[in-house]
């Protein structure tokens, strides 16, 4: 069974810009959640998403958006950049969002703002 | 709001010698998460605690949860240079509607030298 799947691997924007990022998750997995991960903060819940909606969110501004689409793909979002927004986003997929399920992380996306 | 933290931060062990990894968590929990995460890569699930008392063990590796004390350990036995990694643990909480957002510790880097 194929894994979860990002794109792209890694990207470069300069502040200002935006940049959507895409994750795929396992086959029959239907609920997506995206983390940041820097190396000052560590690892970030930024929100989670099931069956189109947004289940849950983390304390990010209003620049950090996400979505999901019927087949489970998410996307997510950072508008008007800036240096700190540089890091890895995970992101990652589990069976359930209503009861304990283990997350199983992909790849990742880094981001660099110059 | 949920702290968690994990010490050490730092260990550095020879091969074959045993040692423990504490994460404490701040809030009820009785689900949590560890993780290993190697330089460059993304996470991958070693352990789901979905109870007090719980232990599991996966080769070297055993983590117990104890919800009373809000505490997890992640145990080492004979370490390997293979087990040179990154451990996080993660504590899973309800929000919004779901029970997706993990909340993590700040990692410990784990070198195993001969």
């Known amino acids: 069974k194929a894994g979860v799947t990002q794109t792209p691997r890694y990207l470069i924007k300069t502040r200002g810009q935006q940049v959507t990022l895409s994750c795929s998750p396992i086959?029959?997995?239907?609920?997506v959640s995206w983390y940041q991960q820097t190396p000052g903060q560590g690892l970030q819940f930024l929100f989670e998403y099931f069956s189109e909606t947004q289940r849950n969110k983390g304390n990010f501004p209003g620049r950090f958006s996400g979505r999901q689409f019927s087949n489970s793909r998410s996307e997510m979002n950072v508008s008007t950049l800036e240096l700190g927004d540089s890091a890895l986003y995970l992101c990652?997929?589990?069976?359930?969002?209503?009861?304990?399920?283990?997350?199983?992380f992909g790849p990742g996306t880094r981001l660099t703002v110059l | 709001e949920l702290k968690v933290e994990q010490n050490p931060l730092f260990l550095s062990m020879q091969e074959g010698k045993n040692y423990t990894i504490y994460c404490n968590y701040s809030?009820?929990?009785?689900?949590l998460y560890w993780y290993r995460q190697d330089p460059g890569k993304s996470l991958e699930s070693l352990f789901v605690l979905l109870s007090n008392g719980a232990v599991k063990q996966e080769g070297r590796l055993m983590a117990s949860l104890d919800t009373k004390a809000r505490l997890s350990t992640l145990h080492i036995t004979a370490a390997v240079h293979d087990l040179s990694a990154t451990y996080f643990c993660a504590v899973a909480t309800a929000g919004g509607t779901s029970y997706g957002k993990l909340t993590f510790g700040q990692g410990t880097i784990l070198t195993v030298h001969p």
């Open positions: 990652a997929s589990s069976l359930r969002w209503d009861r304990v399920d283990t997350q199983y």
């Open positions: 086959s029959g997995h239907r609920s």
């Open positions: 809030t009820t929990s009785d689900r």
